[in-house]
């Protein structure tokens, strides 16, 4: 199987710029998370997605934002950039083939390295 | 609220040489637990997680790490360090009842392995 893939891999916009992030991932995985990873703040949980719904967010302001569509291939936007939004990205899938408490492995992808000028 | 602690962000072995990275979790009900590594350049790739059973749980690459709820801990070890080990390592925790897959993860420890 493929593995996770996002694209772009890299990126370079000017502050006040928004952006879209794609993640597809794995054949058949149906939960999408997004992480941001910065030498500050380490790595930040954003959102999940399960089944096109957002079921889980993290601690980000309403400039990031997200959507899953019915591939469970899935987008991120983050509008009206600021330099500290410079990171990489990370989608990761799981099959989460149920809901309820579960914990699915979840598979990276190579992230998409964003540089906010 | 949980939270995960990784004492010392760079740790220097030589090949051959055990290797120990630490982690300790906070968490009010037991965890869900991984650790994961990351290469330059690239995504996170797991190494081995803990969610139930036997507290002692191998991974790839001969890594394996030891659930202690008592000390609330969930150290790494290899017993011989290889140069292709030099990477960062995270340590991670989820919660299990939660019907998410949110993972919080430590600050990580950068490996180094010296010829």
């Known amino acids: 199987k493929a593995g996770v893939t996002q694209t772009p891999r890299y990126l370079i916009k000017t502050r006040g710029q928004q952006v879209t992030l794609s993640c597809s991932p794995i054949s058949g995985h149906r939960s999408v998370s997004w992480y941001q990873q910065t030498p500050g703040q380490g790595l930040q949980f954003l959102f999940e997605?399960?089944?096109?719904?957002?079921?889980n967010k993290g601690n980000f302001p309403g400039r990031f934002s997200g959507r899953q569509f019915s591939n469970s291939r899935s987008e991120m936007n983050v509008s009206t950039l600021e330099l500290g939004d410079s990171a990489l990205y990370l989608c990761?899938?799981?099959?989460?083939?149920?809901?309820?408490?579960?914990?699915?492995?979840?598979?990276f992808g190579p992230g998409t390295r964003l540089l906010v000028l | 609220a949980q939270s995960v602690t990784q004492l010392g962000s760079h740790v220097s072995v030589s090949e051959g040489a055990l290797v120990l990275l630490r982690c300790n979790y906070s968490?009010?009900?037991?965890?869900?637990l991984f650790w994961y590594v990351q290469y330059p350049n690239q995504g996170l790739q797991l190494l081995l997680k803990y969610t139930t059973g036997a507290t002692l749980v191998k991974g790839i690459n001969g890594f394996e790490a030891e659930f202690k709820k008592s000390e609330t801990s969930f150290h790494l070890t290899k017993p011989s360090a290889h140069m292709s080990d030099a990477a960062e390592y995270f340590c991670a925790v989820s919660d299990p009842g939660g019907a998410t897959n949110k993972l919080i993860f430590g600050t990580g420890t950068l490996l180094a392995v010296q010829p």
């Open positions: 997605y399960f089944s096109e719904t957002q079921r």
């Open positions: 990761a899938s799981s099959s989460a083939i149920r809901t309820g408490p579960i914990q699915e492995t979840q598979y």
């Open positions: 968490s009010s009900v037991p965890p869900y």
